[in-house]
C-alpha cells in the first residue's frame, strides 16, 4: 500500500515538475513575442509606433513642414496634415497594412511610383479639404505581406517627400487647449483625447468590417473621426470624416449642412471592404459647442458602437 502510494507521489510529482518547465520555457517567449515581432518594423521605418488593440502596430507621420491655411486658419499636422500606416499581424511575419499619406501635388506621382515598384497597392488619391493653400492630396494604401518589407517601402516612398524625421528628443509639455473637452464631449456623446493641440476623437462603427477575410480594426482608419482645433472665443475649426454605409450617406449630408458644416469630399478609401464603406469628410470654422451639437446630430444617422460607460 505504502509502496503503491509512494509511486503515485513520484508519477505526480514529476508531470508537475514537467509542466513547469513546459510553462518556463514557453512563458518568456510569449512575453517578448509582441516587442520582437515589431521591433524589426520599428527599425525598418525609422521610427517608433504604437501598439493598438487588434494586434495592430500604428506609425504617424505628421506633416510639420507644411504651412497650410484654410482662410485664416493655419492647420495643425493633428488637424488634418498626418500620415500613418499600421499594419494588423495575420500570421507569422506576414500583415495587413493600410495607411493614408498626404502629400503635395508634386510629390504624388514619385510616391505611387516608388510603392508601386515595392509591392504597395493604391486604393485612392482625392482631396479631404476645400480651398487650402498649397493643395494637398491624400494617398490611401494597403498591402500584405512581410511586415518589414512593406515598412521599408513606406520609408522609401516618404523619402521622397519632405516629411520630418521623428524628434529625436521629448519635446516640450504642451500647453492647455483653449477649448472645454468636458463640455464637447458631452455634446457629441463620445470622449476623446488632446493630441499636438486637437481634441481628436474616434467614434468606431458597430459592425465589424472585413476585407479579404481579414477583420479591420477601428485604428486602421475605419472609424468616424472629429477633429477640432481651437480658433479662439471658443471657436474651433472642425474636420475628419464620416465612415458610412450607402444608405447613410444622404442623411449624414443634410445634417451636417442644417448645422452650417460643410460636406467637402466624399468617396472611398478602401478596395474590397465588407460592408461597402464612403468616407464623408466636412470642414467648418464655427463656436465649438454647437458644431459639437451638430456632429452628435450627424453620428445619429450612422451605425456606430455606443459610448463607454
Known amino acids: 500500500m505504502w509502496r503503491l502510494l509512494s509511486i503515485v507521489i513520484r508519477v505526480a510529482r514529476r508531470a508537475a515538475a514537467l509542466a513547469f518547465l513546459a510553462w518556463a520555457t514557453a512563458a518568456p517567449a510569449t512575453a517578448q513575442e509582441p516587442p520582437k515581432a515589431w521591433a524589426g518594423v520599428d527599425s525598418a521605418i525609422g521610427r517608433l509606433g504604437t501598439s493598438q488593440p487588434g494586434d495592430v502596430r500604428k506609425y504617424s507621420f505628421p506633416r510639420s513642414d507644411l ?14 496634415l498626418g500620415s500613418w500606416v499600421a499594419f494588423k499581424q495575420t500570421s507569422g511575419s506576414e500583415v495587413v497594412a493600410m495607411g493614408d499619406l498626404v502629400l503635395l501635388e508634386g510629390e504624388v506621382g514619385p510616391v505611387i511610383g516608388k510603392l508601386q515598384s515595392l509591392g504597395v497597392e493604391q486604393t485612392a488619391l482625392h482631396n479631404h479639404l476645400q480651398q487650402e493653400s498649397p493643395s494637398v492630396m491624400y494617398l490611401h494604401i494597403q498591402a500584405h505581406g512581410d511586415r518589414v518589407k512593406i515598412a521599408e517601402a513606406v520609408r522609401a516612398a516618404l523619402a521622397l517627400t519632405k516629411t520630418p524625421a521623428p524628434p529625436s528628443s ?7 487647449l483653449e477649448l472645454d473637452t468636458v463640455k464637447l464631449a458631452s455634446a457629441l456623446g463620445y470622449g476623446g483625447k488632446v493630441n499636438g493641440g486637437v481634441y481628436q476623437v474616434s467614434v468606431p462603427r458597430a459592425e465589424p468590417v472585413r476585407m479579404n477575410d481579414t477583420e479591420i480594426p477601428p485604428s486602421m482608419g475605419v472609424a468616424t473621426a472629429l477633429n477640432f482645433q481651437p480658433t479662439g472665443g471658443g471657436k474651433a475649426a472642425i474636420t475628419g470624416d464620416f465612415v458610412l454605409t450607402a444608405n447613410e450617406v444622404s442623411p449624414v449630408i443634410r445634417s451636417l449642412r442644417e448645422g452650417g458644416v460643410a ?13 461597402r464603406l464612403f468616407f464623408m469628410h466636412f ?3 464655427d463656436d465649438a459647442l454647437k458644431l459639437a451639437r451638430t456632429l452628435h446630430a450627424a453620428l445619429g444617422h450612422t451605425k456606430v458602437r455606443p459610448p463607454n460607460p
Open 283 to 285: 470642414w467648418a470654422n
Open 170 to 176: 521629448a519635446t516640450a509639455q504642451a500647453a492647455p
Open 263 to 275: 460636406v467637402t469630399a466624399l468617396h472611398s478609401h478602401m478596395l474590397g471592404e465588407e460592408p
Open 67 to 80: 504651412r497650410v491655411t484654410v482662410g485664416e486658419v493655419a492647420l495643425k499636422p493633428a488637424l488634418a
